[in-house]
């Protein structure tokens, strides 16, 4: 397996590097050692530009000249804005994929790392889930514009590499919670739309789905480690194993006890639960030789990542996403 060997200086431009996982390899990956001299990181948020437009997507790239790129960048949102706005998560993402991909192609951008997601593979499907099965069947329908355009992602770049024979290439992070995720309950993931008063902890849905958490401070290595190292076109999937899959009852009570609350945790029923479980292999992942520290790869345990991300948000309430 190739790694970047250093025919120049690398310069990396990270779209959507303000997010929840931007946010992570800026602030936790690139202060613990991960870059290297002569390197140059670059954050960008939709501030920046806005990539749902070609020509910002072209003048953010001319002024940065990335020689490789992170693309993070996406409309995300929860569930529940998933299914009330699934045009606006198709056509926006399509757009943001395509700009990016394509001016990476015309700027010479050498290597490109996207990200997908475990919720755009087909919801009726065998388990565990790997990185061959994403295009055998329809995702589940609450959130089908965001997963197609996703889904469209692995096939630019085996378009990019059949025409070019570039290294456009992408991760599968199953759900990932952390430091400056969006704690809005529209906007916010599973984790992070849970509202909470004195007497009462309220959670959207039955609490039974299962998922697999993963830490933003771990992914955030794995993110770099992708970068420099995996030379595959094909997804690979970033997350923790079968055997920690958890109920999101589960997370919510670790959530509970992190922070000290002592009320009623109350389950609305009455809304959807989404998909009920979306278990993904991490075998390739594993069977990869040339990445430290595995087969022990050390992920943080739920409990201890749910109690470091509680401690965040009550320290930076008034600046946190919410
Ligand atoms: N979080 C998860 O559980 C998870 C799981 C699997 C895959 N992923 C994927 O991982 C990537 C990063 O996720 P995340 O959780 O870090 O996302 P996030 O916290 O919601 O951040 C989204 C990022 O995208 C930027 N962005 C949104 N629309 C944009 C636009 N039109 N133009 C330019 N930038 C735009 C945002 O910029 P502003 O801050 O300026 O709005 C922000 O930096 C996404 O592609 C997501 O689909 C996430």
Same mark, same amino acid.
């Given at each position: 397996?190739?790694?970047?060997?250093?025919?120049? =200086?690398?310069? #990396?431009?990270?779209?959507?590097?303000?997010?929840?996982?931007? @946010?992570?390899?800026?602030?936790?990956?690139?202060? *613990?050692?991960?870059?290297?001299?002569? +390197?140059?990181?670059?954050?960008?948020?939709?501030?920046?530009?806005?990539?749902?437009?070609?020509?910002?997507?072209?003048?953010?790239?001319?002024?940065?000249?990335?020689?490789?790129?992170?693309?993070?960048?996406?409309?995300?949102?929860? &569930?529940?804005?998933?299914?009330?706005?699934?045009?606006?998560?198709?056509?926006?993402?399509?757009?943001?994929?395509?700009?990016?991909?394509?001016?990476?192609?015309?700027?010479?951008?050498?290597?490109?790392?996207?990200?997908?997601?475990?919720?755009?593979?087909?919801? @009726?499907?065998?388990?565990?889930?790997?990185?061959?099965?994403?295009?055998?069947?329809?995702?589940?329908?609450? $959130?089908?514009?965001?997963?197609?355009?996703?889904?469209?992602?692995?096939?630019?770049?085996?378009?990019?590499?059949?025409?070019?024979?570039?290294?456009?290439?992408?991760?599968? =992070?199953?759900?990932?919670?952390?430091?400056?995720?969006?704690?809005?309950?529209?906007?916010?993931?599973? &984790?992070?739309?849970?509202? !909470?008063?004195?007497?009462?902890?309220?959670?959207?849905?039955?609490?039974?789905?299962?998922?697999?958490?993963?830490?933003?401070?771990?992914?955030?290595?794995?993110? #770099?480690?992708?970068?420099?190292?995996?030379?595959? #076109?094909?997804?690979?999937?970033?997350?923790?194993?079968?055997? *920690?899959?958890?109920?999101?009852?589960?997370? #919510?009570?670790?959530?509970?006890?992190?922070? +000290?609350? @002592?009320?009623?945790?109350?389950? *609305?029923?009455?809304?959807?639960?989404?998909?009920?479980?979306?278990?993904?292999? $991490?075998?390739?992942?594993?069977?990869?030789?040339?990445?430290? *520290?595995?087969?022990?790869? =050390?992920?943080?345990?739920?409990?201890?990542?749910?109690?470091?991300?509680?401690? !965040?948000?009550? @320290? $930076?309430?008034?600046?946190?996403?919410?």
């Amino acid at each position: 397996m190739a790694s970047h060997s250093g025919s120049g =200086p690398m310069r #990396v431009l990270v779209t959507g590097g303000s997010g929840l996982i931007g @946010k992570a390899i800026e602030q936790e990956a690139m202060k *613990d050692g991960e870059k290297r001299e002569g +390197e140059q990181w670059i954050f960008l948020s939709s501030k920046d530009a806005n990539l749902v437009d070609p020509e910002q997507t072209r003048a953010v790239f001319e002024k940065h000249r990335p020689t490789h790129v992170i693309h993070l960048a996406a409309k995300v949102g929860g &569930l529940y804005l998933h299914m009330r706005e699934n045009l606006h998560f198709l056509r926006d993402n399509l757009r943001i994929n395509d700009n990016v991909l394509q001016t990476a192609h015309e700027m010479g951008v050498t290597k490109v790392v996207s990200c997908l997601s475990s919720c755009i593979f087909p919801d @009726k499907t065998p388990y565990p889930i790997d990185e061959t099965m994403i295009h055998n069947g329809p995702p589940h329908e609450s $959130n089908y514009g965001y997963s197609h355009a996703k889904r469209m992602i692995d096939v630019l770049n085996r378009a990019y590499f059949g025409q070019y024979g570039h290294v456009y290439t992408a991760v599968i =992070p199953t759900n990932v919670y952390g430091p400056h995720d969006n704690f809005n309950e529209d906007k916010g993931h599973v &984790l992070t739309a849970i509202r !909470w008063d004195n007497t009462t902890l309220n959670v959207w849905g039955s609490g039974k789905p299962l998922r697999q958490f993963i830490f933003s401070m771990d992914i955030d290595r794995l993110m #770099v480690w992708a970068l420099r190292e995996y030379d595959e #076109v094909n997804p690979i999937i970033l997350s923790v194993g079968e055997e *920690d899959e958890v109920s999101i009852q589960e997370a #919510v009570e670790m959530i509970a006890e992190a922070l +000290e609350f @002592k009320g009623q945790i109350h389950y *609305d029923t009455s809304m959807s639960d989404g998909q009920m479980k979306k278990t993904a292999n $991490n075998a390739k992942l594993r069977r990869l030789p040339d990445l430290p *520290d595995l087969p022990d790869l =050390p992920f943080t345990p739920l409990r201890e990542g749910i109690k470091l991300t509680c401690d !965040w948000l009550v @320290k $930076n309430y008034d600046r946190a996403r919410t």
